[in-house]
């Protein structure tokens, strides 16, 4: 853990969409922009779903829009064309199994990770055509529609030295949902994409071997071939992500909380906050002490899940044997 003694400049950096305004804004700001007094930034899709007069471009200070293609492959030709590259990254297409859903043609993957690949791509651009990636000490690419009950996490207590990444939503991978990177590792973390455009052959060749891709599992093979594995650290995972009753989804669609008023799309999330809630009320609850203990009790809920989903294998099992023993003999 990190004990800054001066405030740190922070942007906050919400990528691909702005969802759930209507839910998510209010807190959003007191929790986070306001806690951090951080800038904030929309890396954003330009199309008829987003609504321009929403709070949050309101609130930003800078404000970039890709236009939304059909076919967000050709988001990433055109990102291919401007970086100087002429490869054939399609051929990652056969590379199963959803992480790179959006790109349309033959191997088409389900879901919407390629675009959020894409927007990687974009961000890492911009920063780079305005210089401010030298403008921040830390930088939060994050989303639009987490409710954020809880304050952020306290940037002094998380070392610079780190990139850091909530733990949970992991999927066998990192969670792509939020991070948390210093002015000198935001540019490696917004890399992932580059390779995709770069060395598709190489890359296919070291993905092939391994299936059901997800991008959760692509960025920490990323991270492993950039060399940034080493600098991940873990902190509780506080926040929530939610659907409004019309609210547009390419995923998950999420369970309806009648209390609440609005989608909750990951039970998971959200029985995180649940239990962050009970240690987390204000910005001062947070301590070193409770990010290790909120970490720790995480992990021991994954033991515990693991071992019932152990249990009920075996227990299959051996009714399966039971079974067909059962059918032998009376034969």
């Known amino acids: ?53 929403n709070p949050f471009y309101h609130h930003a200070k800078y404000i970039w829009r890709y236009p939304e293609p059909d076919d967000w492959g050709d988001a990433f030709d055109e990102a291919q064309r401007q970086s100087g590259l002429a490869t054939d990254w399609r051929q990652l297409l056969k590379v199963k199994n959803q992480w790179l859903g959006g790109i349309q043609g033959e191997g088409q993957q389900p879901g919407s990770a390629g675009i959020l690949l894409f927007f990687r791509w974009f961000l ?81 060749a070291q993905m092939q071997p391994f299936h059901d891709w997800n991008l959760e599992k692509f960025i920490r093979f990323s991270f492993a071939r950039q060399g940034l594995s080493r600098k991940v650290r873990r902190y509780p995972y506080t926040m929530y992500t ?58 021991l809920t994954k033991l515990r899940a693991l071992a019932r989903a152990c249990k009920r294998k075996l227990r299959a099992a051996t009714t399966d044997r039971s079974s067909l023993g059962s059918s032998g003999s009376t034969h």
């Open 242 to 299: 939610v659907r409004s009753v019309e609210g547009h989804t390419r995923w998950r669609e999420g369970e309806f909380n009648e209390q609440l008023g609005y989608f909750v799309k990951y039970p998971n999330e959200y029985r995180h906050y649940r239990l962050a809630r009970l240690f987390i009320r204000n910005k001062d609850d947070w301590s070193s002490m409770k990010i290790y203990l909120l970490n720790a009790l995480v992990s």
């Open 124 to 204: 890492k651009d911009r920063l780079l055509a305005t210089g401010l990636h030298t403008h921040y000490d830390r930088f939060i690419v994050t989303r639009s529609d987490f409710i954020h009950q809880i304050p952020h996490v306290p940037l002094e207590l998380l070392d610079p030295e780190y990139i850091w990444i909530p733990f949970g939503e992991d999927y066998n991978g990192y969670t792509d949902r939020h991070i948390i990177a210093s002015q000198k590792d935001i540019l490696g973390v917004v890399s992932i994409t580059d390779a995709i455009l770069s060395e598709p052959e190489t890359l296919a």
């Open 1 to 53: 853990m990190h004990h800054n003694k001066h405030a740190e400049s922070a942007l906050v950096i919400v990528l691909a969409e702005t969802r759930a305004h209507e839910h998510t804004f209010e807190l959003f700001k007191k929790n986070v922009l306001d806690n951090f007094q951080a800038d904030l930034c929309l890396c954003v899709a330009d199309n008829e779903r987003e609504d321009t007069g």
